[in-house]
Every structure is written in C-alpha cells, then in structure tokens.
C-alpha cells in the first residue's frame, strides 16, 4: 500500500473505497493513532453512519472484517473520532489523531444461551467470543474476536501511517478516553500491534526493570497524577517512548491487580 496526497492506494495502485463524509473540521498534522472498534458487526452501517450528518462521528479509515478498507476523509482533515480525550498532556485528540475503525461488535450480551451484538442486535458465533477482562476492568466480559485478515491490513496501514506521519505513539479509544470508552477491547492484540507498527520487532530491546518502587504517573513530570500506587521494585516495563528524563513505559507485570498498565517513571529508575 501507499499514500499519495494523503490518500491511500492499494497494492495494485489503487485507491481504496473514498466516501467523503460531511463530519470533519479543518486541516492538522497528525501525531498519533487511535485504534476503535464500531460496536456493530456490518461494514454497510458504519458507512451510512459516517455519511450521515447527524451522526457527528467520522473516521479517516474503515476496515471490515473481510480486509476491505474505506477512507472518509484525507489524513490531514480532523475526523471525529475520540470525542472528550486525553493523552500525554493533550486535549481532544481529533486535533492530533489519525483513527482507524475495525468492524467488531466489541462487548457483548448474551441472550439465552447466545451472544449478540448490543447495538444491531445481530448474533455473534460462540467461535468469534472471546472471554476476557478489560484492562481497565475488574470483571470478564464476552467481545467478538478481529479477524486474521483485518489484523494483517491494519497492521500493515498502521506501520505505513506511522512511517509517513513520523506518528509518536498508537493507542486505543480505551487509552484516551478510559471512562468513557472501551474499544478496541481485549480482543484486539495492542501490546505486538503497537510493537510492529512503531517498528518494534524486537521488545526485548526496550525491556527493563524497576530497581526501586517507582512512581508511574500520567505525564512526564512530577505536576502530573499518579495513576495507581507506585510499582514494585523489580517490576518488568517496556519502554514505548522518551521525554527528557522520563520514560512512558508499558508494564509487563500484572501490579496491584491492574494489567496493560501504561504511563510515566523517571528514567534513572530502570535498570536492565
């Protein structure tokens, strides 16, 4: 795949399925990626809904289960797809991120002795749940499982996004908006797709350890909150990102019952 005037083509040098829609603002230089699912299982209604003014909710890209992708808006046009978001010291990340939405029903509700999609009612095979805790939960909840072959081509547009805008970071809607939202979930493989995308192969090249109990706040400086009690000494993190002397890291360990913790430790605490 490529992308030319901030449009992309396929392989064939092709452009991808455009649908212009209406809800979009004006131009930007994105510096990240959010990753949501649609919390419906058809392609067509997502279409309808971003074409659709009233909705007030867009994305730049649409990926269906099948691999098919859909584009809606240029990647330097504001879409509207975080809505009340933050991260790393920023506010509504509609002014700073490219967003990518997956067909997937998400959460789940079991009717009888079946799963459907909450929102279109539709039925969920038991071979597409997965059973699982949110990381930002305390309770197992059902979601419908990402196809192999939407994986495969999100990853491969991601990586593309991310060497063409120079992006700092990919995250979830449940990173930056972690009330509200929960998409794209546990069912979606975050930890090795952010990994690859950013170019990461190899995470044991950013793997340390606490070699103190380290304080992990939500920005890179001691202004900003702590987001849960400090971690252990000894607790294994990977290192996503640097600030001067602060490190935004990944905790590889479950801590005070919490996993896929994230945020900021001084660096002069990590060992190998």
């Avoid at 997502?46 to 009233?54: D, K, V, Y």
């Avoid at 584009?71 to 010291?89: D, K, M, R, T």
């Avoid at 706040?217 to 400090?230: K, L």
Wanted: neutral net charge.
């Amino acid at each position: 795949m490529k992308i030319k005037n901030h449009l992309l083509y396929g392989k064939d040098d092709t452009q991808v399925s455009y649908h212009p829609t209406p809800n979009k603002s004006g131009k930007y230089v994105p510096q990240y990626l959010v990753m949501h699912y649609t919390a419906v299982t058809t392609t067509q209604s997502t279409l309808s809904w971003f074409m659709n003014p009233a909705a007030r909710a867009s994305a730049h890209l649409l990926i269906g289960q099948d691999g098919a992708v859909y584009q809606f808006a240029p990647f330097n046009v504001i879409c509207w797809h975080a809505g009340v978001s933050y991260w790393n010291g920023l506010s509504g990340l509609n002014k700073y991120a490219i967003g990518i939405e997956l067909v997937n029903a998400g959460r789940l509700s079991r009717k009888g002795s079946q799963y459907i999609c909450p929102v279109d009612k539709r039925l969920v095979p038991d071979t597409e749940v997965l059973l699982d805790t949110h990381k930002n939960e305390t309770r197992a909840s059902a979601w419908q499982e990402y196809t192999e072959l939407q994986l495969e081509v999100s990853l491969e547009i991601a990586a593309l996004l991310v060497k063409t805008y120079n992006l700092q970071d990919v995250v979830g809607h449940d990173d930056i908006a972690p009330i509200r939202k929960s998409d794209p979930g546990p069912a979606f493989p975050m930890k090795s797709f952010r990994a690859r995308a950013l170019g990461r192969e190899d995470q044991a090249l950013d793997e340390y350890r606490t070699s103190t109990e380290l304080n992990i706040r939500s920005g890179p400086g001691t202004s900003f909150s702590q987001i849960t009690n400090p971690l252990p000494a000894g607790t294994h993190v990977l290192v996503l990102q640097r600030e001067g002397n602060w490190s935004f890291v990944e905790v590889l360990d479950v801590v005070h019952g919490l996993m896929d913790l994230e945020g900021w430790v001084f660096t002069r605490y990590l060992v190998k």
